[in-house]
């Protein structure tokens, strides 16, 4: 049975999965699914917090890259344009020097997700500090810092799915 919505979040997965996303949601299990695998929501609610556990996934693995200068939650960034996280890097001239600044902007809803999703969104924006563009050695690295990187997109893209969704807890 076809869900009322496309799957916008799922297209670039092949169409067996899709369809059992969509056995789900016309099941009505959907939330359930994702409650059962990720019964946990994390603690981290401030940008102190936040930046924090981002300094300590790159001190852990990435401690040739450059310093993180912030780490927030960002309400502006939201599902309309795409962005669940942001990486940028702020150049100024101080003195005479240019100096770049190191910043990574997660999305206001993962503070109440799980503490997975969370990981998988700042170990995302960490690995464009190593490989900026989306490709083998990107999601290679984002896979060491992550094991299990893939299945938590993939599972992060089905909760994003069901945050759509009439009736959800977000939606109410």
């Not at 496309?6 to 099941?27: E, F, G, M, N, S």
């Amino acid at each position: 049975m076809p869900s009322p919505f496309a799957l916008k979040y799922l297209q670039a997965y092949p169409p067996a999965l899709q369809d059992q996303v969509r056995d789900l949601i016309a099941q009505g299990r959907l939330g359930d699914y994702l409650q059962k695998r990720y019964p946990q929501r994390h603690a981290i609610q401030s940008d102190k917090a936040l930046y924090a556990f981002a300094q300590g996934l790159k001190n852990d693995h990435l401690r040739n890259a450059p310093p993180i200068d912030k780490v927030l939650f960002d309400n502006r960034l939201d599902l309309t344009h795409r962005a669940l996280g942001l990486h940028t890097t702020v150049s100024r001239v101080q003195g005479g020097k240019l100096k770049a600044k190191k910043e990574i902007r997660v999305a206001s809803l993962f503070k109440e997700a799980a503490p997975e999703f969370l990981s998988m969104i700042v170990v995302h924006e960490l690995a464009h500090f190593k490989e900026s563009d989306h490709n083998k050695a990107f999601y290679k690295l984002c896979e060491h810092m992550l094991p299990g990187y893939h299945q938590l997109e993939f599972d992060l893209r089905v909760y994003l799915t069901w945050r759509d969704m009439p009736g959800s807890a977000t939606t109410d």
